[in-house]
């Protein structure tokens, strides 16, 4: 998949997981993204 296609598709999910999600601080939010990466980057083939 080219590059652009890639960015375009982590750039929407990343939209969809934020917009599916309330956050009641900066702190949460830093927790819950912290929690994706890890798992995105490392619990999904």
Request: aromatic content about 12%.
């Amino acid at each position: 998949m080219p590059n652009g296609c890639v960015g375009k598709c982590n750039g929407s999910m990343q939209k969809e997981w934020l917009n599916a999600n309330i956050f009641y601080s900066l702190k949460e939010v830093r927790e819950k993204i912290e929690e994706w990466m890890t798992d995105n980057n490392w619990h999904r083939p």
